[in-house]
């Protein structure tokens, strides 16, 4: 054995020995094998640190490579321009500007004639098709619009300020390399020399994108939003909270204060646990079986979201609402049902007050999960184009997780940008809920 | 209080819903590689015609051919999309649940490109030499031995002496089937035949679908984006993806001549790039009337101003058929010709 190993030490050997030297030769031996044990326990910390490290340069690099490729989609790029729209141009056959001839008139004629107004000197049938790619569609929306909730603005000139077409917002945001030859990207020469004019004359401005926050889905950048999605995601969640929390709360109650011990309960305790390991997009194949063709629920629906998310979240709350019971002491229990409180009463006076906090945290977490949630929906046809805003949990609708899925695989470069700030506004709404939980627990937690 | 409100609530919406009402919104299912022209027709047809946007699902060629086969009704979709023509096995499953009558409509063209990094020097290669680069088993002196290739100039002399790195879709994308139809076994034939190598059917399955797996060739995902982004990073890296997408990011990316062709727009319209595929939509004729709207959907996505050479969804990518057919596949799409058995097995 080797004489400097802490564990060299035999005290058979040392009894033998006179009494003085083995007290010295135990020392010599701690203390030879002291500096090996410190070197140990450094490295150990080392490896720690390592690991943490490793860890936040992870994080690091998502939050910062999601931000470096997000923040730009938080501005638009808007052109400002005074257009008139002639009353000729939207009266019916009899000449009176009503809804329905409002409804048919093409706002788009308008909108290139105020562009052409800038470049006379643009007279080419291909050269005004490239012009006019300046504008987005969003411009004859807007304008539409605003005729239509106010009709006097007929035959004035009104000055439009209107989305450009994405291409160019890349090109104002700098993100179009223009040193390339013509044929080889999606803006040609005059196009470029065009809207620097524009911005020479001032007419071009970069603005907070609302249209991000407030519109549905698009396939032109510049037109997609994130609210139908966060109106989508919010029903799905509706559905779950209503089902999951008191389904999930009654379950902990009865399994935690009333149900016998036995193998039956035993048996429901391994797979509420079991379920909670189950792949997500098991249940949306359960969810297609059973609420879809059994019940003959719409596809794309919020309230199917919500109830396969409900399946999901399930286990995750009566794990958690259990835990919360079994730490209120046994003592509150004793002393309620020994000043005559029924058990149901000592159940729903003193108990579930008290593991509230720690079921509420439980829920919260459950449901930031669901939020994050794709894989289920895909069966029951909630990732999909839908580009109304849902009005309710039966609106065809799609949610945030899904809407970042379905940009990430567009073609369109200004997608890119939009789908770092989907995640971001993802990311978010976790930070948010995760801190509630956090929050709630500090605040309302107590300790026996 | 608040409590029994929310689960009254939510009581009451699951009854609700139990008493599943008409629609009246098209739904669409299918292919995720139509999925982008089909979406812009379906706003454009949202924001201009007053109906309601139609929902498109992406639930890949072979997933929406099944849900659209599956029966007649509001709760069945009434269009596909598919990257690839209906099979007859496949209109036979629609005829057994009731789906009589299928309106075929051709919409256009779809080339797959071999694109690298601007930055990285040209490349000009054939099937055969693709086929030799990218399958788990290739003929050599007239054996079929596992791929011994590592670097491209080992294929060819007249190819770069650069390691093999091909980004491209895993099997489950249509746009794989697509490569392995178009390239991987139009290759292999023409290397078997210049090796002289005879193969029974299933062998010759094996060797030529195969694609190799020792990390010459990387599964990049579904996800096209993320191979242009990755093509970006590494200019020696080769990668396998749609036509829209080299499209949309032609200032940074080139795609590489393919049989002498390069793929452009032109030379997919005409056929002259070898590895280009149609794309289709399916309509569920005993939908029409049902479900408003159908009819004037299917007259939208047929417009010059929607699928023509200058229409929008030129603009998306989609590449336009030649004025004659457009207009040959309107007129059968328009007045709802159901497709017959016949039709799809001759195509097979």
Not at chain 1, 101 to 125: C, H, I, W
Not at chain 2, 145 to 150: G, I
Request: charged share 20%.
């Amino acid at each position: 054995m080797a004489p400097n190993t802490p564990n060299a030490y035999d005290p058979a050997a040392a009894v033998a020995a006179e009494g003085r030297t083995v007290n010295r030769n135990i020392a010599e031996i701690v203390n030879s094998g002291l500096a090996a044990r410190y070197r140990a326990e450094r490295r150990f910390k080392v490896y720690g640190v390592v690991a943490i490290g490793v860890a936040l340069a992870m994080l690091a690099t998502l939050f910062v490579t999601i931000f470096a490729q997000g923040w730009t989609a938080f501005t638009t790029t808007v052109i400002e321009l005074p257009v008139t729209v002639e009353r000729e141009m939207v009266a019916n056959a009899q000449g009176e500007v009503t809804t329905d001839s409002l409804a048919y008139a093409n706002f788009a004629v308008p909108m290139r004639k105020a562009l052409e107004a800038q470049f006379p000197d643009v007279t080419g049938r291909s050269d005004k098709r490239d012009l006019y790619a300046i504008l987005s569609d969003g411009a004859t929306y807007r304008l539409q619009n605003m005729i239509r909730e106010n009709p006097e603005l007929v035959g004035r000139e009104i000055l439009l300020e209107a989305p450009v077409a994405a291409d160019f917002d890349l090109l104002a945001k700098g993100q179009v390399d223009t040193s390339v030859p013509e044929t080889e990207r999606r803006l040609n020469d005059n196009q470029v020399a065009w809207f620097q004019t524009l911005q020479e004359r001032d007419l071009v401005d970069s603005q907070f994108n609302t249209i991000l926050f407030t519109n549905g889905d698009s396939r032109q950048p510049e037109l997609a939003g994130i609210w139908g999605a966060v109106v989508g995601s919010f029903y799905t969640l509706l559905v779950t909270l209503a089902l999951s929390f008191p389904i999930g709360v009654a379950a902990a109650v009865y399994l935690e204060e009333f149900a016998p011990k036995n193998k039956w309960t035993d048996l429901i305790e391994v797979n509420i646990n079991n379920l909670a390991a189950v792949p997500s997009i098991v249940f949306g194949l359960l969810g297609l079986a059973v609420f879809l063709q059994v019940f003959g629920l719409p596809r794309s629906a919020p309230l199917v979201g919500g109830l396969v998310l409900t399946l999901m979240t399930l286990p995750t709350i009566i794990i958690a609402s259990r835990a919360a019971l079994k730490s209120v002491p046994p003592s509150i229990r004793e002393a309620a049902l020994g000043v005559g409180a029924s058990k149901l009463q000592m159940i729903t006076h003193h108990v579930l007050p008290l593991a509230m906090p720690g079921m509420l945290t439980g829920t919260i977490i459950g449901m930031a999960q669901a939020l994050g949630e794709t894989a289920p929906l895909l069966m029951i046809g909630m990732v999909a184009f839908v580009v109304d805003i849902p009005g309710g949990p039966m609106d065809p609708a799609t949610v945030l997780p899904v809407q970042i899925f379905l940009w990430a695989d567009s073609p369109e470069r200004a997608f890119v940008a939009r789908t770092s700030a989907a995640i971001m506004v993802l990311l978010a709404f976790l930070v948010v809920m995760n801190a509630l939980a956090v929050i709630l627990r500090k605040k309302f937690e107590r300790r026996w | 209080m608040l409590k029994k409100t929310i689960v009254l609530a939510a009581l009451a919406t699951v009854a609700a819903a139990g008493a599943a009402e008409a629609r009246d919104q098209i739904r669409f299912v299918g292919s995720s590689t139509v999925y982008p022209f089909t979406t812009t027709v379906a706003e454009n047809f949202g924001k201009t015609t007053g109906n309601k946007t139609p929902i498109v699902e992406s639930t890949g060629t072979g997933g929406g051919m099944k849900l659209f086969c599956a029966g007649v009704g509001t709760e069945h979709p009434d269009f596909t999309n598919a990257s690839r023509r209906m099979k007859a096995s496949e209109l036979e499953t629609c005829q057994k649940n009731g789906v009589q009558d299928v309106t075929e409509i051709k919409v256009g063209y779809d080339g797959i490109v071999v694109a690298n990094d601007k930055a990285a020097p040209e490349m000009a290669i054939s099937r055969k030499q693709l086929y030799l680069a990218l399958a788990k088993q290739v003929p050599v002196d007239g054996k079929i031995v596992a791929n011994p290739y590592a670097s491209w100039n080992e294929i060819d002399a007249s190819l770069p002496n650069e390691k093999i790195e091909v980004l491209g879709p895993p099997p489950t994308s249509g746009t794989r089937d697509a490569f392995v139809e178009l390239v991987m076994e139009v290759g292999c034939e023409a290397a078997l035949k210049e090796q002289k190598v005879e193969l029974g059917k299933d062998e010759m399955k094996a060797v030529c679908q195969q694609v190799r797996e020792d990390g010459a060739y990387v599964e990049a995902g579904e996800n096209d984006n993320l191979i242009v982004q990755k093509l970006q990073a590494n200019p020696n890296a080769f990668g396998i993806f749609g036509y829209s997408f080299l499209d949309q990011n032609s200032g940074a990316l080139k795609g590489a001549k393919v049989d002498g062709e390069v793929p452009t727009y032109e030379a997919i319209a005409s056929g002259a790039y070898p590895v280009s595929r149609s794309l289709y939509v399916y309509a569920k004729n005993a939908h029409v009337g049902t479900i408003p709207g159908m009819k004037e959907f299917i007259a939208e996505y047929t417009s010059p101003r929607a699928w023509s050479a200058d229409g929008y969804l030129a603009d998306k990518g989609l590449i336009a058929m030649p004025d004659a057919e457009r207009e040959k596949v309107a007129q059968a799409a328009n007045s709802l010709q159901p497709i017959t058995m016949e039709q799809l097995k001759a195509s097979h």
